[in-house]
């Protein structure tokens, strides 16, 4: 079965620091992985996607991830952090099989950004 | 401009009371999908509908109803037969009929039973 892990359910920066919001998966076969932000008492947005191309994933916002198999991580990074980030984090695995597929959703990562 | 629309944006229900939640898109997607969020749970699929008059349960389908008479359309009920419906309610949609994996959402409709 499929499955993402978020390490932390949440993480504290100063403006203009790097960002790093962890996720592990778990996998039978080679996955497809998204990242997508929540701003509070708003729906999700996608920020990027990862589906077997190029291991380093550009996204939205100057966000960036990368796609280690062998430590099985998806984690999520941004060289400076900006007050507009405070959000909250999804990490997402698209789970083949049965009738449809469906989205595994992390438990998510609350970001807080400190002036 | 395309989107999603979700209403109310908050709902106050009493117990023993059915509610429908509204969602249309303009975004002429073949796919619309209903989740409810809890702290701390991340997402968790209501109901899916990959193509009109036709819908299947998700996850945690007992104490909803859906109906997709219209493509643009994928309302929720919440029936009273739901034990804790208490939630932050999100629709969403994708282009085809397949999870892609990319979803647009709406912006929410918390429900609060009181």
Known sequence: AQSVTQLD?????????????????????????????????????????????ATLVK????????????????HLTKPSAHMSDAAEYFCVVISYGGATNKLIFGTGTLLAVQP | DGGITQSPKYLF????????????????????????????QGLRLIYYSQIV??????DIAEGYSVSREKKES??????????????????AS???QTYTGELFFGEGSRLTVL
Request: a neutral charge.
């Open chain 2, 94 to 96: 994708s282009m085809g």
């Open chain 2, 13 to 40: 229900r009493k117990e023993g009371q059915n509610v429908t939640l509204s969602c249309e898109q303009n975004l002429n997607h073949d796919a619309m999908y209903w989740y409810r969020q809890d702290p701390g």
């Open chain 2, 53 to 58: 008059n036709d819908f299947q349960k998700g």
């Open chain 1, 59 to 74: 996204g939205i916002n100057g966000f960036e991830a990368e796609f280690k198999k062998s430590e099985t991580s998806f």
């Open chain 2, 74 to 91: 994928f309302p929720l009920t919440v029936t009273s037969a739901q034990k804790n419906p208490t939630a932050f309610y999100l629709c």
């Open chain 1, 9 to 53: 359910s949440h993480v504290s920066v100063s403006e203009g620091t790097p960002v790093l919001l962890r996720c592990n998966y778990s996998s039978s076969y080679s996955p497809s992985l998204f990242w997508y932000v929540q701003h509070p008492n708003k729906g999700l947005q996608l920020l990027l996607k990862y589906t077997s191309a």
